[in-house]
């Protein structure tokens, strides 16, 4: 989808990461799942719990709170899993990202949205691409595409690549 055609879109899904909300352009959400067993993967970021089956491709999933800096957590009924479409470059990565709950889907007008502070919050600035207040109090937007380097973004892909090729010729043995 072109950049312009994002911004056309003002759905966003608010979610929470810790006491903090968070909203990601609808476009950038494939689906939301239920929290479910992840197979654990060695050798990987500490933020990188695993992966799942999704409709037969292999989905690397992340913890989110630990992506931001924040506490571990133990998953409850809330936790669930987003599934992102991640753009960087040439490379579109499906990734889903653990988050304690989803709340809503809102509508937000740009001129709503107001810049991100540069100082004075926990989560890196850089993942924000700006803040709308509702009901007096602040949900950071997401900016999907720079949560991870490009470098993160590749090692995605090759786990996933990775792993199906594993999958396969387990099935095929």
Known sequence: MEKKKLHDINSFLVFKIGNEEFAANASKVQRILEMQILTSLPKVYKYMKGVINLMGKVLPVIDARLK????????????????????????????????????SVIEIDEHEIKDPPTLGF???????????????????????????????????????????????EEEEK
């Open 68 to 103: 931001m800096g924040m506490e571990e957590k133990e998953p409850d009924a809330q936790t669930c899993i987003i599934v992102l479409e991640i753009v960087k470059g040439t490379k579109v990565v499906e990734t889903g990202i653990i988050v304690d709950s989803v709340q």
């Open 122 to 168: 926990e989560v890196n600035s850089d993942f924000i691409s700006g803040m709308v207040e509702q009901e007096s109090k602040f949900i950071m937007l997401l900016d999907v595409d720079n949560v991870f380097s490009v470098d993160e973004v590749v090692s995605l892909q090759e786990i996933s690549e990775t792993e199906l090729t594993e999958e396969i």
